[in-house]
């Protein structure tokens, strides 16, 4: 693989929105929003058809995440198709992006009691950086070989990970060494750091604006109107085809029961450390610079694997890792004590996580037509994002049923069994023969 310009401008999108991933998602708003603004363990009262209703602060940011997911799902495939039609695939991203920056930077003002605030900004902000993920994730076809799906998309998502770490190491020493950084003790807070990701976002993505190219519109100037017509008509002929696709269906039904499971255990791994395992902040921030170290490694190995032995092979690997994961989580300190089991888990978990989302990207492009990139990834990203949808919201739930987030964990292991079964009777070879049709 040689590492063209298109390439780099391309893998530093992941390098720059993975900042939002690790401070917002990951590490440090969730907690925010979970212990702060959303009023922690005894939670907010609400009342809903005539009853009086208490839920804990992660359950709150559990059903927010999954309601930010559903916009994004529904209008995915429609705005894939329009952009596919015009050749706006780079413009979209970046209309995408800077509107979650700054969606991002505004959240740095929420605090306690801010819950309508703090719910607002977060939506706008996850709009940008789920959304802007299809288009980013379509122009994997414009930059690169069929042949090098596997490892241009590992190597993109291993330097997301670095880039996720270097900005989460520079929150820790934000939070606990500011007499690195010339200032006093105490000098930042967590919404410096909220503030950090967003500029730390919209700065990486510089690259990906002059080195990553469209290719040539289908046909130029079209009316708006125009364009949502012939994106409408584009997802009703893609609904008639489906049975063309039928490998590519039964892939998109896997991948939205396993990743179910990946995305709750990153939005609520945090959550989980501290309530379950009584982690500091800072402890959670080294907890998931130990985890992005390992997921780049997990994502250059398994991102070569695919290449080898296929897509499909590698992520039925990493899903059996994931279930152990799972299991060990439920019953957690068994080896050697809450926090060195969760530490351990971290690295286990950190492994697969990069490999099995890279992996998953590498094989939607393998069974995506060229000329309609922008389409499939959309309904690639709706299979996804109804991920964040049902795995956050039957998390919550379990977690207000369990009376924790310990009790209901074993949910995300079956996401994974459920998700490895279809899998296994997807045809990886016939899939790739449609799309090269």
Same mark, same amino acid.
């Given at each position: ?7 780099? *401008?391309?893998? /530093?999108? =992941? ?33 809903? /058809? ?63 009691? =801010?819950?309508?605030? &703090? ?12 959304? *802007? ?11 690169? %070989?069929?042949?090098?799906?596997? %490892? ?7 330097? &997301?990970?670095?880039?996720?770490? #270097? ?8 939070? @606990? ?14 919404? =410096? ?8 976002? *919209? ?32 997802? #009703? ?15 998109? !039904? ?16 945090? !959550? ?10 800072? @402890? ?13 490694? *997990? ?10 032995? &296929? ?43 990069? +490999? ?32 964040? !949808? ?12 369990? &009376? ?26 016939? +899939? ?6």
């Amino acid at each position: 693989m040689r590492l063209t310009r298109p390439i780099i *401008g391309w893998s /530093f999108y =992941d390098f720059a929105n993975s900042s939002f991933a690790t401070t917002i998602l990951a590490v440090i708003f969730n907690r925010y929003f979970a212990e702060v603004i959303a009023g922690g363990p005894e939670g907010l009262s609400w009342r809903f /058809f005539g009853h009086q209703i208490l839920l804990p602060g992660s359950a709150v940011w559990s059903y927010l995440v999954s309601f930010s997911t559903a916009l994004v799902a529904i209008s995915s495939p429609l705005l894939g198709a329009m952009a596919d039609r015009a050749g706006w695939r780079k413009r979209m991203l970046i209309i995408y992006c800077y509107l979650g920056v700054a969606a991002t930077l505004a959240l740095a003002s929420v605090g306690r009691g =801010d819950i309508g605030k &703090g719910i607002l900004f977060f939506i706008i902000a996850y709009f940008g950086f789920a959304g *802007g993920n299809v288009f980013y994730n379509a122009l994997l076809l414009d930059i690169s %070989k069929r042949s090098e799906y596997g %490892k241009v998309s590992g190597l993109a998502w291993g330097f &997301g990970y670095l880039g996720g770490g #270097l900005c989460l190491a520079l929150n820790l020493v934000m939070l @606990e060494y500011p007499q690195l950084l010339g200032f006093s003790e105490g000098a930042f807070g967590v919404r =410096d750091c909220i503030l950090i990701a967003g500029v730390w976002w *919209g700065l990486f993505a510089i690259p990906t604006v002059f080195w990553v190219h469209d290719r040539p519109a289908e046909q130029s100037r079209l009316s708006l109107l125009k364009l949502t017509r012939e994106g409408w008509r584009r997802l #009703l002929v893609t609904a008639r085809e489906i049975r063309r696709y039928r490998q590519l269906v039964r892939f998109l !039904i896997a991948f939205l029961l396993f990743n179910d499971g990946i995305e709750t255990v990153i939005i609520m791994a945090s !959550i989980f450390g501290a309530e379950v395992v009584g982690m500091s902040p800072a @402890e959670l921030v080294l907890f998931f610079l130990i985890i992005q170290g390992m997921a780049m490694l *997990g994502s250059f190995f398994f991102g070569w694997l695919a290449d080898i032995i &296929g897509n499909k092979r590698t992520l039925l690997i990493t899903l059996v890792i994931w279930v152990a994961v799972v299991l060990w989580a439920f019953k957690l300190g068994w080896l050697a004590g809450l926090k060195t089991d969760y530490y351990l888990i971290g690295l286990l978990a950190g492994l697969v996580l990069g +490999g099995s989302q890279s992996t998953a990207r590498a094989m939607q492009a393998a069974f995506t037509p060229h000329q309609r990139s922008a389409e499939f990834f959309g309904f690639f990203s709706v299979s996804g994002k109804f991920a964040g !949808i049902f795995g956050t919201f039957i998390y919550g739930s379990a977690i207000v049923l369990a &009376g924790g987030v310990q009790g209901g964990i074993l949910v995300l292991g079956v996401f994974f069994i459920l998700g490895g079964v279809i899998l296994l009777t997807v045809r990886e070879a016939a +899939g790739v023969a449609v799309a090269r049709e």
